[in-house]
């Protein structure tokens, strides 16, 4: 078990940039989750899915935040335009049913400058 | 009202003294309640779950979960400078179909 996998580990780009973000689940979890921390908010949960489909997106910040689940070994999340207040480090997870714990990617740091 | 609240610390205690970190939650349709414990830089990672009213042990751990207040803590007996981590709290929400995070308590164990 690989566990869960994002890439990159670390993003720098500038104000306006589109910036992707990528997260393999581990193989055979249903739900994916997309969760940002900061020091001033702490872990937010931004959206997730079941079984590829969006349940909840109430967490996405904007408009500029979309994510998509292609396929049950693959999500995006995307920012465009980027801007500094983007900057946290954005974390996927995964679990396989209702109530069981969540499985952390090793998270991906973006800095927008 | 947050829906998961926890002391954000820091907390210090000796080593080899037991620490205990507290967390409330307002939603009173969650089932499932996790312990996360987070180095510096690096990504959270589950320590225990508890589902039921009480106390669940594993190893230095020791989880209690009081569903009619509301309440959930973490003890760790014999505490080492390796625990040194902020120690995350978190619930399902009605249906457990979301797992909420506390902010986080620092623990911070002397040598």
């Known amino acids: 078990d690989a566990g869960v996998i994002q890439s990159p580990r670390h993003e720098v780009t500038e104000m306006g940039q589109e910036v992707t973000l990528r997260c393999k689940p581990i193989?055979?979890?249903?739900?994916l989750f997309w969760y940002r921390q900061t020091m001033m908010r702490g872990l937010e949960l931004l959206i997730y899915?079941?079984?590829?489909?969006?349940?909840?997106d109430s967490g996405m910040p904007e408009d500029r935040f979309s994510a998509k689940m292609p396929n049950a070994s693959f999500s995006t999340l995307k920012i465009q335009p980027s801007e500094p207040r983007d900057s946290a480090v954005y974390f996927c997870?995964?679990?396989?049913?209702?109530?069981?714990?969540?499985?952390f990617g090793n998270g991906t740091r973006l800095t927008v400058t | 009202q947050k829906e998961v609240e926890q002391n954000s610390g820091p907390l210090s205690v000796p080593e080899g003294a037991i620490a205990s970190l507290n967390c409330t939650y307002s939603?009173?349709?969650?089932?499932?309640f996790f312990w996360y414990r987070q180095y510096s830089g690096k990504s959270p990672e589950l320590i225990m779950s508890?589902?039921?009213?009480g106390d669940k042990e594993d190893g230095r751990f020791t989880a209690q979960l009081n569903k009619a207040s509301q309440y959930v803590s973490l003890l760790i007996r014999d505490s080492q400078p390796s625990d040194s981590a902020t120690y995350l709290c978190?619930?399902?929400?009605?249906?457990?179909?979301?797992?909420?995070f506390g902010a986080g308590t620092r623990l911070f164990v002397k040598a």
């Open positions: 997870a995964s679990r396989k049913l209702n109530n069981s714990p969540l499985h």
């Open positions: 193989s055979g979890h249903d739900y």
């Open positions: 899915f079941n079984n590829n489909v969006p349940i909840d």
């Open positions: 939603d009173r349709g969650s089932q499932s």
């Open positions: 508890i589902y039921s009213n």
């Open positions: 978190a619930s399902s929400n009605t249906g457990g179909f979301k797992t909420i």
